[in-house]
């Protein structure tokens, strides 16, 4: 769906479009890095994807003439931190949480 909003605003770009439809024919999704112009996308692997299914998409990939490297996120899901957690000096430094 955001890649359809960044080519209705005219800032999408074919090779995009590309890398979308082969990831989305794998049942991944993948998108824009940063604010563009950097020419690079990443896509997003399921827990337990089994490395045949990652090898087999960076093939359809390159096949494409896309580059692929693979990396890690640092930690798993999404922390959430409550004013409570913070140091009083930090709370303090925010205005009183």
Known sequence: MNQHHLNALGVGHASLDQLCQVTMARGLHSK?????????????????????????TKQALTGCGFDCWETSVGAPGISIHTAASLDAPIRQALGGL
């Open 32 to 56: 824009l890095t940063g604010a563009g112009g950097g020419g690079c996308g990443i896509t997003l692997l399921r827990p337990g994807l089994e490395g045949p299914e990652v090898e087999a």
